[in-house]
């Protein structure tokens, strides 16, 4: 946890943050939250201890965000009550801009983000790692940070981090990017001190028995902190899959058969790239994605539980519509994706590809044929499209989406521990099934 943290370096100044140019208060959005120029602030109004409980973290307070200006200057706020640090620095392809900050308790109104200003398409937030909180913010097109800083409480205002954003062209955001970050450039090893989430070490995974010769399975539960995934009121998908996780976890724990590592136990972002790793790095047996789908509104209703294996061109329309949904989960958090290592073409890897692939659709279609017994299955309930998270060569790889939060007999399904029970039992049954048949051919596990 540690080793995540401290990846996150801090600087009181955003990245491009040009300390000469100040921003032109005539075409300010506002005046008031325009940089101080007086020396000596007024000392931050410490805010009274609302808590003394020792078991909640006195996280900064996020108490209030907003856009203003147009589509030339575009100006972001964030009342805290505090000052806090952050690092801010923009993304291409597509076009956002991050900020990182210490993790902060954001009790923002509902909406937050979602109505478009200027420059600002939308922005979330949210938690990436313990610790450390990020504001991803979508752009119209090419921006520059011009202004970054944090004010001090002052005439009746808390404590506030200002950023404005300027429209400028391709080619002067594409220069203004840390060099690591450029589409056209990809250094074949990487120093970057950008703060892009941390990829996972050894280090950072459970120590594992080395001795235990148990199948190992890894359940990963989609999205997590700044990404929600789909939603329905209340509901959100890295909350719904989650608690399907754990369940799914503790029962097949509880069989004493296999080991069971999760990619995610809380509410914490993982890069797609990341859960991959985890389960190649621990030679997992088998690799299990946990989602929740949606349909758009205007593209009807659908209802039942979905089994998704990753094939180069996909099954159906939709099938290809949701991986490129899924898929979207690390430009949503802000992770760069113009640095991630391109795989080496390589025959081994090809021929251990393709006999994963069998054992992937057969453990989809074992899957199937025990969940159809206790569970509402999808009209066409096995499919495939490319998943960035099932491409592991050498792990045979599944991802179910357990219903559609768009649905509501589905989403009664979802938030049901009675209904949640009954799935895992089936998943469960289906594990034994799969590695009972796999035992009996390929001899001990590996
Ligand atoms: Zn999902």
Redesign the pocket.
């Known amino acids: 946890m540690e080793n995540r943290a401290k990846h996150l370096v801090f600087l009181g100044c955003g990245l491009l943050c040009a300390a000469a140019s100040v921003f032109a208060v005539a075409s300010a959005p506002s005046a008031a939250e325009g940089p101080q120029t007086g020396q000596s602030a007024p000392p931050t109004s410490a805010p009274a201890a609302t808590s003394s409980d020792a078991s909640t973290p006195n996280f900064p307070v996020a108490s209030g965000a907003r856009l203003a200006g147009d589509d030339k200057q575009t100006r972001f706020i964030l009342d805290l009550d505090r000052k806090i640090e952050f690092r801010a620095f923009p993304l291409a392809d597509p076009y956002r801009v991050v900020v990182d900050i210490p993790q902060v308790n954001f009790q923002l109104a509902a909406g937050t983000g979602s109505a478009a200003r200027g420059l600002v398409k939308a922005f979330r937030y949210g938690l990436v790692m313990p610790g450390g909180s990020r504001i991803v913010f979508d752009m119209t097109g090419p921006v520059k940070i011009a202004n970054s800083y944090v004010l001090d409480a002052a005439n009746g205002q808390p404590p506030r981090l200002v950023l404005d954003f300027e429209q400028v062209d391709r080619t002067s955001f594409v220069q203004s990017l840390a060099p690591e970050s450029r589409p056209e450039l990809k250094p074949a090893i990487s120093e970057s001190t950008t703060a892009t989430i941390p990829a996972v070490t050894s280090a950072a995974l459970p120590p594992l028995a080395t001795t235990d010769a148990r199948p190992l399975i890894v359940i990963d539960p989609?999205?997590g902190g700044i990404d929600n995934?789909?939603q329905s009121g209340d509901q959100t998908?890295k909350n719904l899959?989650l608690g399907f996780g754990l369940a799914l976890r503790d029962r097949i724990e509880k069989s004493g058969k296999y080991r069971v590592v999760m990619t995610r136990s809380d509410d914490t972002f993982i890069p797609l790239n990341d859960r991959v790793k985890i389960a190649r790095a621990q030679s997992a047996a088998l690799f299990v994605s946990i989602?929740?789908?949606a349909l758009p509104r205007r593209e009807g209703d659908a209802q039942g539980a979905t089994i998704y294996t990753v094939s180069d061109k996909a099954s159906d329309a939709e099938a290809e519509r949701l991986a490129e949904?899924?898929n979207k989960?690390d430009a949503i958090a802000g992770v760069n994706l113009t640095d991630e290592p391109t795989e080496v073409a390589d025959i081994l890897i090809d021929l251990a590809q393709r006999e994963t692939k069998t054992f992937s659709n057969r453990f989809a279609r074992l899957l199937m044929d025990e969940m159809k017994t206790t569970v509402r299955m999808h009209k066409h309930p096995l499919k495939s499209a490319g998943f960035r998270v099932l491409k592991a060569p050498d792990v045979p790889s599944v991802l179910v989406?357990i219903g559609y939060v768009s649905n509501k007999g589905d989403l009664e399904h979802l938030v049901s521990e009675n209904w949640r029970n009954k799935a895992v039992g089936s998943m469960v049954q289906a594990i034994d099934t799969f590695f009972a048949k796999r035992l009996a051919t390929a001899g001990p596990a590996k």
């Open positions: 989609g999205h995934g789909t998908e899959v989602h929740a789908d949904a899924e989960a989406e």
